[in-house]
């Protein structure tokens, strides 16, 4: 039995340092290989706006650029949808949750390019003729910096949207698996002291379940900063830095898939070195928020 259980450790800490060993082996094969654009270019490829294949100078900044606000776009616009939903979904009549949680659980099951074809076919036609000149015209957001008027359906805000569609049944789903795991008492415990539904929420379910929320929000997010196909559908795949959220852009996603194929030499090593942008950005989102959740446990009454 002993034998076993030393195996059975062994095993675990084997799958647990592959796991690490991946994790550094993805950083130091992009490194390798985008070496010679970093020798090329040193840090100013982080702040460029060229990308011109012709006379072999490229730069990062119109690919990140579109990469952070499409995902911030999306974090706005599903983070509130999920959380209202899973709320909803807790204390609905079983019937009624059960039907609308299956509905949320197949939307994550949908492939990307399914959601490219909608955006491209349904979408950004409807944000063409009602949805932009509505924010344009009517609200008068073009006369705010980075809103414009000129828009044809295609952009950031496009994409944005498209990924808050993408990632809100994953955060929404995660949310809802979290708040079930609140103990009842806890809860029943505020509305005998006389708390509303929403100050249960967000002083009791939010709080006791922050971990497992973030870990919701963090899927969510990992999908939205490495989507590729929904995006390339609709974002409008220009290499310039966008100025309004109607613009075309580009993304670090849709710039690999785009150029990839026939890329070589410099060009190719450019394209690796998004990658390891892609990388960093998404492990330094993940560190900062472990850092948050350990700089907050105490007051979380965590030991």
């Known amino acids: 039995m002993l034998k076993l259980d030393s195996t059975f450790r062994w095993l675990c800490f084997g799958a647990a340092a592959f796991a690490g060993l991946l994790l550094l082996g993805f950083f130091l094969q992009l490194a390798l290989s985008s070496s010679a654009a970093w020798r090329e270019f040193g840090l100013g490829f982080l702040v460029s706006t060229e990308w011109d294949p012709v006379s072999n100078v490229y730069g990062a900044l119109p690919s990140v650029v579109g990469t952070l606000l499409t995902t911030a776009i999306a974090l706005v616009l599903a983070l509130p ?22 509905a949320i659980d197949l939307l994550a099951a949908i492939p990307s390019v399914i959601y490219g074809m909608w955006g491209l076919f349904v979408l950004a036609p409807l944000m063409q003729t009602r949805i932009q000149p509505f924010l344009a015209e009517t609200l008068r957001l073009n006369k705010i910096p980075f809103f414009g008027d000129d828009y044809n359906g295609f952009g950031i805000l496009t994409a944005g949207l498209i990924l808050a569609v993408m990632i809100l049944p994953y955060i929404c789903a995660i949310m809802r698996d979290v708040f079930r795991m609140t103990p009842p008492m806890l809860r029943e415990s505020a509305f005998g002291v006389g708390c509303t539904k929403w100050e249960t929420a967000k002083d009791i379910v939010l709080r006791y379940g922050l971990r497992g929320i973030l870990g919701g929000v963090f899927i969510g997010l990992g999908r939205a900063l490495g989507e590729t196909m929904a995006v390339l559908f609709v974002i409008g795949n220009l290499m310039e830095m966008p100025d309004s959220l109607f613009s075309g852009a580009t993304t670090i996603a849709s710039t690999l898939a785009n150029n990839f194929a026939e890329a070589d030499g410099l060009q190719r090593s450019a394209l690796f070195a998004l990658g390891l942008i892609l990388l960093f950005m998404s492990f330094g989102i993940q560190v900062l928020a472990q850092s948050y959740l350990h700089a907050t446990s105490a007051g979380r009454g965590e030991k």
Not at 81 to 102: E, N, R
């Open 81 to 102: 949808l999920a959380f209202s939903a899973a709320l909803y979904l807790v204390d609905a009549k079983p019937w009624i949750g059960a039907v609308l949680g299956h």
